[in-house]
């Protein structure tokens, strides 16, 4: 094991396998960075570094490109993504990963002190509920190369503050940032064609979304819950809108709807008391021949449609 009288260790380029226990016991080691070379890291690697404040890794889990134990509590001892909270040392705040096209699924879930992870540009798809639970982390940044996000892939980290959702990603998976109690702003990318179900609800200190100009369709209860959401503008590509997309957003007062949209599901605006402003980008015609289901705006505030050709009050 490394002498515990060095805080920061850097392992030498030529290094290609990390063994079990390697640096188990290393209660002073402070930060460590592993080189790309490293090809295995063995279990227990790093057990009991209850010090270990940052660690710079080339992939996530016992091996490269693994099919197995591929949870990052793996190389502290965790059996399983259930013991991660046990194994992860409650004083490492920062991960930096440096190499892989992936993050496997549950990669970290449950690592609940985890306040900052830097993820590569070689990574290509954030798997399932890869960051679910991670109650503590506050930033993270999705790279260019990233082309999905997937379910429930950042479900429940309510310290998260903010999201840019970069154009290179097409899909954002159900739920996947739901329960993001503290995220207060979104911008979803251009390349982006679908939102699945659930995949910000809960996020009630959301204030300010931005989606792009290429979703075609938003899911079930997408923004449900997302209580402090004032405005939004959904672009001319939308073509529906899900059931209780927007359900109990409860201070929602202005929506701006494109022209493209074909059929508005039931719920999609139930609980929106404070709604007085829809801005249609159509004519009065063509709102009317939108398909709604009948409870599409139950419990809603006294609303005026603004068309191009007029105007339009709640019935």
Known sequence: A????????TIPNGVTSIGDYAFGYCRSLVNISIPNGVTSIGKYAFYACHSLESITLPF???????????????IFGASSYQDSSRYVPESLKTVI?????????SAFRNCTSLANVIIPDSVTSIESSVFYGCSSLTSVTIPDSVTSIGSSAFSGCSSLTSVTIPDSVTSIG?????????????????SVTSIEDYAFSGCSSLTNVSIGNGVTSIGSSVFSGCSSLASITIPDCVTSIGYKAFSGCSLLESVTIGNG?????????GGCTSLSNITFNGTKAEWNAIMKDSM???????????CTDGDISKS
């Open 2 to 9: 490394a002498s515990d009288l060095y805080k920061r260790q």
């Open 261 to 269: 949209l074909e059929r508005i599901f039931n719920g999609a605006f």
């Open 97 to 105: 990963i440096t190499n892989g096209e992936s993050i496997g699924t």
């Open 296 to 306: 599409w705006n139950y419990n809603t505030g006294n609303y005026t449609i603004h």
């Open 60 to 74: 996530v889990g016992a091996e490269k490109d693994g099919t197995e134990n591929t949870h990052f509590g793996y």
């Open 174 to 190: 159900s739920s996947a940032f739901s329960g993001c109690k503290s995220l207060a702003s979104v911008s979803i990318g251009n």
